[in-house]
């Protein structure tokens, strides 16, 4: 099997993943009442299955040799789930493989030309993100605190 097939076929598993555990948790989360509690916390990982995990990985799998953009998008959530895992001193059986196959996708794919784009930075549009970013990463802080183990 050479390379862009065993991406086609990574990345294929990967989104089918994605989209039928975010359709489990969303009619998880809407007919079992234990979940009532956990409302939020269902549409946020639906959300970040369904919308930012699938088409990345539909995209990769259906051109793998222009694949950089989605793998770099797909990398990002990935770095995110980890980060959440280390936060929470809990290791995710769901989230963990998705993260890891996304590894594997940047160690076999054929170019890493153009993960970066070309040009300048935006020093406002970081310094925008950062200052956005405080406020969220002081509800994910609250939020690990939550599912730390005791």
Do not use: K
Not at 81 to 97: E, K, N, R, V
């Amino acid at each position: 099997m050479n390379r862009l097939t065993a991406m086609r076929v990574i990345a294929w598993i990967m989104a089918a993943s994605a989209v039928a555990f975010g359709l489990f948790t969303i009619v998880f989360g809407i007919v079992s009442p234990e979940q009532e509690i956990h409302a939020i916390h269902n549409v946020v990982v639906a959300s970040l299955l369904i919308v930012l995990s699938a088409p990345p990985a539909v995209a990769v799998a259906r051109a793998p040799d222009r694949s950089i953009r989605p793998l770099a998008m797909l990398g990002t959530v990935a770095i995110a789930s980890l980060a959440t895992m280390a936060l929470s001193l809990t290791l995710d059986p769901f989230t963990l493989p998705f993260a890891l196959l996304v590894g594997v996708l940047w160690a076999i794919v054929p170019s890493r030309e153009g993960a970066v784009p070309a040009g300048r930075p935006s020093w406002l549009m970081l310094v925008m993100v950062v200052l956005a970013a405080v406020p969220l990463v002081l509800y994910a802080l609250s939020q690990a605190e939550l599912h730390r183990p005791d």
